[in-house]
T-cell receptor, first 111, second 111 residues
């Protein structure tokens, strides 16, 4: 049984560009949450998707958007990239409010 | 806004020493979780504490939830180099689906 997978592993973008990160949840999980983890910090909640809808959102600007597909996989899109968007982006999946399982993350560098 | 503060931020000790990591908040949480994160990986759940005053043991790790459910501690006995990593406490926002993380304690155990 594969755990949570994320792609790509690493990504380098230039300021102003747009990026899409992808997440496949653990088998049997229907809820996907996205987090941003800056260097030396704990993960910060971006948003959570359930039944293809954004269920809750953290304190992130509208440049951050997402989507959940019928197979429960999810994408995180970030527009108009800023240097401060450089971070590790983590995806976590769960079933309802049960234990969250995290993927290995996507390391985004904005130059 | 509910916040979790962890201390110390960084800890470097010799193999065999004991240590305690703290997680504090001014808010009540229905439960708190402790995660361990290694470089290049996502956080892995170690334990969830739910009841005020609860103590849980996981081999050499002892987790305690404060009576008022506002704080928690993690005690490691006879630390080993394999315990090296980032320890994160987290709690679910009251009435929501958002998980709030502390900034983490980075532990380095020298052989």
């Amino acid at each position: 049984d594969a755990g949570v997978t994320q792609s790509p592993t690493h990504l380098i973008k230039t300021r102003g560009q747009q990026v899409t990160l992808r997440c496949s949840p653990k088998s049997g999980h229907d809820t996907v949450s996205w987090y941003q983890q800056a260097l030396g910090q704990g993960p910060q909640f971006i948003f959570q998707y359930y039944e293809e809808e954004e269920r809750q959102r953290g304190n992130f600007p509208d440049r951050f958007s997402g989507h959940q597909f019928p197979n429960y996989s999810s994408e995180l899109n970030v527009n108009a990239l800023l240097l401060g968007d450089s971070a590790l982006y983590l995806c976590a999946s769960s079933r309802l409010k049960e234990k969250q399982y995290f993927g290995p993350g996507t390391r985004l560098t904005v130059t | 806004t509910q916040l979790l503060e962890q201390s110390p931020q960084f800890l470097s000790i010799q193999e065999g020493e004991n240590l305690t990591v703290y997680c504090n908040s001014s808010s009540v949480f229905s439960s708190l979780q402790w995660y361990r994160q290694e470089p290049g990986e996502g956080p892995v759940l170690l334990v969830t504490v739910v009841t005020g005053g609860e103590v849980k043991k996981l081999k050499r790790l002892t987790f305690q939830f404060g009576d008022a459910r506002k704080d928690s501690s993690l005690h490691i006995t006879a630390a080993q180099p394999g315990d090296t990593g980032l320890y994160l406490c987290a709690g679910e926002e009251t009435g929501g689906f958002k998980t709030i993380f502390g900034a983490g304690t980075r532990l380095f155990v020298k052989a």
